[in-house]
């Protein structure tokens, strides 16, 4: 119901965009969030915006460089990431829970994307 898109390769200090689409019901009503992953790692919070999208909130790692954003009437959310690093190199997940949650913690969200890999080259 959630599908990541828009990983890739990319040099350090390039740009990637994430997509996260909803399907199968809408999402219009959650708070979303952006997870990552890197090899032998837990999850780790990147991003995360209410359902008006009127309230973001980022990891301090990414904090300046990566933009949460959402458009409801096309049941997405996206991931601008800028200036990436080596250590931005992960699997990425979008990720749904309840607005009321709005949390930074992998276990209180819902639903799950597959996934989307990102690798940064130095």
């Known amino acids: 119901q959630l599908q990541a898109s828009g990983g890739g390769l990319v040099q350090a200090g390039g740009s990637l965009r994430l997509s996260c689409a909803a399907s199968g019901r809408t999402f219009s009503r959650y708070a979303m969030g ?36 959402r458009d409801n009437a096309k049941n997405t959310v996206y991931l601008q990431m800028n200036s990436l690093k080596p250590e931005d190199t992960a699997v990425y997940y979008c990720a749904a829970t309840s607005d009321s949650v709005y949390s930074r913690e992998p276990t209180d969200y819902d639903h799950w994307g597959q996934g989307t890999l990102v690798t940064v080259s130095s």
Request: aromatic fraction near 16%; hydrophobic fraction near 35%.
């Open 34 to 69: 952006w997870f990552r992953q890197a090899p032998g790692k837990e999850h780790e919070f990147a991003a995360r915006i209410t359902w008006s999208g009127g309230n973001t909130g980022y990891a301090d790692s990414v904090k300046g460089r990566f933009t949460i954003s």
